[in-house]
């Protein structure tokens, strides 16, 4: 069952698709984090992978990778926790964000079966060119799971080829260079997005650099949907020491939701 293909997802309005770490702060929670996004409104989640070399992160997931390292997150231990999200009630479609070292050390096979027996939806792999993508987009379609394609602005030679054949969503990606909060985006992206929007069969979804309400406001006024990650694991950073205590976790949680709350507010309007 790919959620992201069921009317949930596919017909939803104004998507707000939030990237977490896995393992970070630690194992307990952001598994509690996730399933508060869900409550929270999420229309899906990323559920990303500790990297040694992510070459696709700011300094704010690197920073949030090398916690959550130390504290013995890993791609295993990714696949586990998104089991036990599914296992505790996270129905929103899920998909894995990792590098292609990890997956092919553990075995793309491997990898995607234990996807598959987590019940999760999707796959994205930043730095997999989409010209080598066909063998895993085949074995990955085969367990009814998407391989999530990217488009950059710096792509338009290729956007159009790699819309037409976009599984789960298109990640269009606002700016060059890695993932990180910003304060003004290209003119040009509105009509570079409707391009690809008609060239694709599935939502086209803006990330890289949001982080305000402005900007959730702004991009869901010309894509599918808004993926903030950045943002969110500052916020989550910032309340690390009292989301790793059970006693204080609780109203860390609660923070970060209103957080969320206040970064969506203008798409609730």
């Known amino acids: 069952m790919n959620r992201l293909k069921q009317d949930a997802f596919l017909h939803a ?11 970070h702060p630690n194992y307990e929670s952001s ?18 992978v500790p990297f040694s070399d992510p070459l696709a992160d700011g300094p704010v997931i690197q920073s949030a990778g090398d916690y959550a390292r130390a504290r013995g997150a890993s791609l295993h231990k990714a696949l586990e926790g998104a089991k036990e999200a599914r296992a505790r009630g996270l129905s929103i479609p899920m998909i894995l964000f990792t590098y292609i070292n990890p997956v092919l050390s553990a075995g793309a096979d491997e990898v ?24 895993l987009r085949e074995a ?12 950059a602005p710096s792509s338009r030679t290729r956007m159009k080829k790699i819309s037409r054949e976009g599984d789960g969503f298109i990640y269009y990606v606002t700016s060059l260079g890695v993932t990180g909060t910003r304060e003004n985006f290209s003119e040009n992206l509105q009509n570079s997005i409707e391009e690809v929007r008609e060239a694709a069969d599935v939502p086209v979804l803006a990330g890289f650099g949001i ?28 309340r690390a020491e009292r989301l790793e205590d059970q006693n204080t976790r609780e109203a860390a949680l609660n923070e ?12 609730k309007g």
């Open 13 to 23: 309005e104004k998507r707000f698709v939030p990237y977490i770490m896995s393992g």
């Open 31 to 48: 598994v509690e984090i996730a399933l508060m996004l869900e409550r929270a409104g999420a229309a899906a989640l990323e559920w990303g």
């Open 112 to 135: 995607l079966d234990r996807m598959q027996d987590a019940g999760m939806d999707g796959i994205l792999i930043p730095d997999l060119p989409f010209e080598e993508s066909g063998p």
């Open 140 to 151: 990955a379609k085969a367990r009814g799971i998407s391989l999530i394609s990217l488009v």
């Open 211 to 238: 982080s305000k309400p402005e900007h959730v406001s702004f991009f869901h006024s010309i894509a599918d949907g808004v993926i903030v990650g950045s943002a969110l694991v500052s916020c989550i950073s910032e």
């Open 256 to 267: 970060i939701e209103a957080f969320i709350d206040d970064l969506t507010s203008k798409q």
